[in-house]
């Protein structure tokens, strides 16, 4: 529906042209050129035809928006010139011309020059990535020749000393399935660089081989392949072995793990963290967040622990999953073709495990409450980004604000994401009910709905860790909080509708 304000922007002015009334309207805020143009139009001469005005006491009014309005018994009378382009008009047409000629001269020049130097790079880089082939081949070779030294040295002794035996045998190595050639390179575009940092970004856009290449840009554009002098091949191998560990779940899926590290991603360019933690810190949160869920098997901790499962058993019912999630980046990280970090010292890689294992620990929901309170704690008695404590429990809180923060994007790209989400947990409550285990009542589809799943969540979770970390980043009030309330919202109107539809049938 309109307003007034459309209308009082517009003026409406009579005319005598030849002896014929016309009428024309225009707009406040054009400009006195744009009359002209208007008023040859309608009179039907060319626009370097000199146009004046006169009032009905023969007084000239000025050709420009601000003119008074007139009524339809008092037009203005329109005195009309024609005129063509004098010989200098055309003498400046023609030094524009060539002056323009000469410029898109300059500039696909300037293309050619830019595709030539484009060319060389491409090449300089698959110079540098065949190198870097070279020494991951040198790797592996001095890697197994350590691991038949091993094996003799154990065969050759009558006990087995299981503290040299590696760490990580030939079954339980985890290699690619297919490597980088049937993974295409695709070039983006400024826009998709730029959306790619906000958190409305919306990730059902993307096939599975441009996810690859969106996290690739990533890790270049944040420095870290410089930081951790990583292989731009090995970079790509892993993150293709990263995505085929991911297993096929409605829920917990390499889509979700690129969910989180573009929020991560978001996070970091929208809170400026580089002016707080360095680069390594950059690269343990990105590289946490892509490994993070890693084969997941679709089914909670809490069904682990009450199934009794091998994970469950393995780690003592402690965070099964995301023990096992830890393990596996590890896993991945072992095999020489896979591991970014294969260029930084002993002292480096230990800071990058403890951390990677910190933070994916972290996001054991079991553990929110503790996490919290220690971040709140922190909060009250002054951050201070100098203390490794203080920042250890930020990186913490940014991890899990970026597991579960997809209510803060559009409702169009959260809402499928609550699908798939229920898809999962009903999934599990059925296989709970018939092995005959506790089913808890937010998983059970005969007792759970989208907006009861969802209200509780945002309004005694989501919304309080978002509101504490916009105390120490402000600008988070506005990109996330505010868009959390709204979902809140619009969670409570659609349970008072259902409510409303249920007692209508009645």
Not at 215 to 226: D, F, I, N, S, T
Not at 391 to 401: F, T
Not at 486 to 499: C, F, G, I, L, N
Request: net charge negative; glycine share 4%; hydrophobic share 35%.
């Amino acid at each position: 529906m309109g307003n007034g304000s459309s209308l009082e922007s517009t003026k409406t002015v009579y005319l005598d042209i030849n002896g014929k009334s016309e009428k024309i309207i225009f707009s406040r805020h054009c400009s006195s050129r744009d009359i002209h143009d208007l008023i040859a139009q309608v009179a039907g001469v060319g626009k370097f035809s000199e146009i004046s005005l006169k009032d009905c006491q023969g007084a000239h009014v000025s050709l420009a928006p601000t003119m008074p309005m007139n009524s339809n018994g008092l037009p203005y009378k329109v005195a009309i010139k024609d005129s063509a382009p004098t010989s200098g008009d055309n003498e400046v047409i023609a030094q524009v011309l060539t002056t323009v000629t000469e410029q898109f001269n300059r500039v696909f020049k300037m293309e050619e020059l830019k595709s030539d130097i484009s060319s060389r790079l491409t090449a300089l880089e698959r110079k540098i990535e065949i190198e870097g082939l070279k020494s991951v081949e040198i790797e592996k070779c001095k890697r197994d020749i350590s691991e038949i030294k091993d094996q003799i040295w154990t065969a050759q002794k009558k006990f087995v000393d299981f503290n040299r035996i590696s760490s990580v045998s030939d079954e339980t190595k985890i290699s690619l399935k297919r490597d980088v050639p049937a993974y295409p390179k695709y070039t983006l575009s400024h826009e998709t660089t730029d959306y790619l940092k906000q958190p409305t970004f919306d990730i059902w856009h993307w096939e599975p081989n441009e996810m690859l290449s969106l996290m690739e840009h990533m890790y270049h554009e944040l420095g870290l392949v410089a930081e951790f002098s990583i292989n731009p091949i090995t970079l790509k191998r892993w993150i293709l072995c990263v995505q085929e560990n991911y297993r096929n779940n409605p829920f917990h899926n390499f889509r979700h793990s690129f969910c989180v590290t573009q929020m991560m991603y978001g996070m970091i360019n929208l809170c400026r963290l580089w002016d707080h933690m360095s680069r390594e810190s950059l690269g343990i949160l990105m590289t946490a967040c892509v490994c993070h869920d890693l084969d997941h098997p679709g089914y909670n901790n809490t069904y682990q622990i009450n199934a009794r499962t091998e994970l469950a058993i393995r780690y003592n019912d402690i965070s099964p999953l995301e023990n096992h999630h830890c393990a596996i980046a590890f896993k991945i990280l072992s095999n020489p073709e896979c591991n970014i970090f294969s260029n930084v010292d002993k002292d480096t890689f230990k800071r990058i495990r403890s951390g990677m294992t910190m933070l994916v620990l972290a996001t054991d929901m079991a553990r929110h409450g503790e996490i919290m309170d220690g971040f709140k704690e922190k909060l009250e008695l002054g951050f201070d980004y100098s203390k490794k404590d203080h920042m250890d429990s930020l990186k913490m809180v940014l991890i899990k604000a970026c597991d579960i923060s997809n209510e803060v994007r559009p409702m169009e790209v959260s809402e499928p994401w609550v699908d798939c989400l229920l898809e999962e947990y009903f999934n599990q409550s059925d296989r709970e009910k018939s092995e005959g285990l506790p089913v808890a009542p937010f998983m059970d589809r005969d007792k759970v709905t989208k907006p009861t799943a969802q209200i509780g969540f945002i309004k005694f979770v989501l919304i309080p860790m978002f509101e504490t970390l916009s105390k120490l980043f402000p600008v988070l009030d506005e990109t996330m909080v505010e868009p959390l309330r709204t979902a809140r919202d619009r969670y409570e109107s659609m349970k008072e509708q259902v409510a409303q539809d249920e007692k209508e049938k009645k």
